[in-house]
């Protein structure tokens, strides 16, 4: 007997919930199954979604290649390149510094026509290998 009162407050409680529930204008859930106190099972998500979307990575770095010639070094703030087109970056040629390692800086002198790596976070822009041409 005490079983069945259990059972008819269980189902008394999830009748309740899901009227107050939908008082509130909000969509119930299922109700705890009395007859063995486990909630109703969870939806799965199922198919192909090889072709979701994924939002990227606002922290993320750019990894682009470019070519130029050096118009400045600053040991201490890097160097400043007169370069082509970014594709990766979606940038004009222009003339802009970027920050750089001594011993990126070490390795070339204005004038020099140069081959270089970017690493490029939000509007920071380094540069992380240099060849000459």
Known sequence: MKEKTMNHARLTIALGLAALTAACGKKAEAPVATETNEAAPAATMSGDMGNMSMAPDANAAIKAKGHG????????AGITLDHGPIPEAKWPAMTMAFKAAPSITDAVKVGDKVDFDLSLK???????AIAKQ
């Open 69 to 76: 010639t050096v118009t400045a070094i600053d040991k201490a």
């Open 122 to 128: 939000g509007s920071d822009g380094e540069v992380t």
